[in-house]
């Protein structure tokens, strides 16, 4: 039998001598690894077409109950050309990347189905020059909901007054300036409280409207990227070179 995946390969590992193991996000099968043999062979006819942070099409034989396949062939469907020449975009599509594999959830094809779509679209806005922090806090504001894991900004998180005064990442929200002050936080300045707001609620699909009334600012993404770390003990690597490259 002969399957062929549309899918978004997020990583790419050297394996023994001459393979690789890619870890691809499928709308069919959600997230899976193909072994590709010879890759890293002078003569491989695939070598060209499994680049990380690209869209392909992958021919293999599928099989109930497994997660890892071996590759038959393989065909670029989208390169996202000028995110691979410039450091800042190559970062950014890192950490996506990276965030799309780990709060991806593994039981629900639906759920696999939406982290697709906005992956495609973050890789798609990255590729044509748009406000990097803004997409990426965007995306990863989306994979948090889609993980059940959506930061608290409508009140807060302590007592439920409205007058919020920061944002603690291991709480999970808002907090007022007592129930900060009680847990030692540090107030911040309303307009980042506004920002962060408006950027948890909006969703990447929405990016031209946000982009028209604001700007992400590493601040945010840090923010974000730490509270996934508190509540889901995923480490996103990638985030020390994003914060690096990405001015
Ligand atoms: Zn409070």
Known sequence: MNDTVRGLILRQTDYKEADVI?????????MIAFRASG?????SKNAGSVFPYTE????????????????KTARTANL????HTDMEMTAAAALVSEIAEQLTPHDDISHASQAYDLLKRAYELINEGAHIHTCTT???ADMMRLNGITPQVDACLGCGRGDIAAFSAKEGGFLCRDCAAALGIMPQQTVDLKRIRLLVRATLARYEL????????????????EMIRTHTGTQVRS???YETAVQ
């Open 56 to 71: 392909a099409d992958l021919s293999f034989d599928y099989k109930d109950g497994r997660t890892i396949f071996r590759l």
């Open 210 to 225: 946000v982009i028209a009334s604001t700007q992400a600012q590493l601040s945010d993404a840090v923010l974000l990227v």
């Open 138 to 140: 965007l995306f990863i």
């Open 80 to 83: 996202y050309r000028r995110m």
């Open 239 to 241: 985030f020390r070179f």
């Open 22 to 30: 890619l870890q691809v996000l499928t709308k069919e099968y959600g």
């Open 39 to 43: 890759i890293r062979r002078m003569t």
